[in-house]
């Protein structure tokens, strides 16, 4: 009976509806068999991971901050005056991975920035370093998979290290709950389908950002413009995909137009 009121219903509606509902389901099919693919759903649940690390680490990267910089204001009374060229503090730039050195507080930053931070400044010396290596390390092997895959015993290790280090935090109630929420990641396989299109925006806005920075070196370049044109090449295999990053898939044409 459905299926009947179906096949009438389709018969009558106009052509533009009946093409944009095929464009749906045909949407909805290349995302089941992408969610299907047990490497990709490893890739999304770990780059959700890291989004929930830089939300748990924003409070505590804000709060050191801003005690070191009242330390250094209270060792150099100079520093108090207002600066007459209107420049912000530079203190915590220097840290700053390619691509983010005009942010303007922790809660711009990613996950990569905040622990490149933690990891080479010595305002953070109560953290085992090892751990926010370790993730660093993660972190790059997960951003430069050529295929957006990683397997189950890489994911494994990855975990089990992300836990070492949120354990380092465990003070910091932020943290707890991030702790949790990673755990939830692990099962929680009906909101991958959710996660996806905040994961590819998030990288792919971190890869058009590295290839327009004028102050990277031919080899440098060279990497981030591979990656971006994988990434590019990941969504228009994907109709779904390409229709709903159109936007940066041109930003993307306008960027190779002019290499």
Same mark, same amino acid.
Request: proline share 4%; net charge negative.
């Given at each position: 009976?459905?299926?009947g009121w179906s096949s009438a219903f389709v018969s009558?509606?106009?052509?533009?509806?009946?093409?944009?509902?095929?464009?749906?389901e045909m949407?909805?099919?290349?995302?089941?068999?992408?969610? !299907?693919?047990?490497? $990709?759903?490893?890739?999304?649940?770990?780059?959700?991971?890291?989004?929930?690390?830089?939300?748990?680490?924003?409070p505590f990267i804000t709060r050191h901050m801003s005690a070191f910089h009242g330390d250094l204001l209270n060792q150099n009374t100079l520093l108090r005056?207002?600066?007459?060229?209107?420049?912000?503090?530079?203190?915590?730039?220097?840290y700053m991975p390619r691509g983010q050195g005009e942010v303007k507080g922790a809660d711009q930053c990613d996950a990569s920035a905040l622990l490149n931070?933690? !990891?080479?400044?010595? $305002?953070?010396?109560?953290v085992d370093l090892k751990c926010v290596r370790e993730v660093i390390h993660f972190r790059n092997e997960l951003m430069h998979s050529c295929e957006f895959r990683v397997k189950d015993e890489w994911m494994k290790h990855y975990q089990t290290t992300l836990k070492n280090l949120v354990w380092q935090?465990?003070?910091?109630?932020?943290m707890a709950t991030v702790g949790r929420q990673i755990e939830e990641c692990k099962t929680g396989a009906n909101l991958i389908s959710q996660w996806e299109a905040e994961l590819l925006q998030e990288r792919l806005q971190e890869l058009l950002?590295?290839?327009?920075?004028?102050?990277?070196?031919?080899?440098t370049k060279t990497q981030d413009t591979e990656q971006l044109k994988r990434l590019g090449g990941f969504l228009q295999a994907n109709r779904d995909l390409a229709e709903r990053f159109s936007a940066e898939l041109k930003a993307m044409s306008s960027l190779q137009a002019g290499e």
């Open positions: 009976m459905l299926r009558t509606c106009p052509s533009s509806l009946l093409c944009r509902c095929q464009e749906v949407g909805l099919e290349e995302l089941a068999v992408r969610l !299907n693919d047990s490497g $990709y759903k490893n890739w999304l649940k770990a780059a959700r991971c890291l989004l929930l690390l830089r939300e748990g680490l924003h005056k207002p600066c007459e060229t209107s420049c912000r503090p530079r203190g915590t730039k220097a931070l933690i !990891n080479y400044c010595d $305002y953070f010396q109560s935090f465990r003070n910091q109630p932020q950002h590295a290839a327009a920075d004028s102050d990277d070196d031919d080899d």
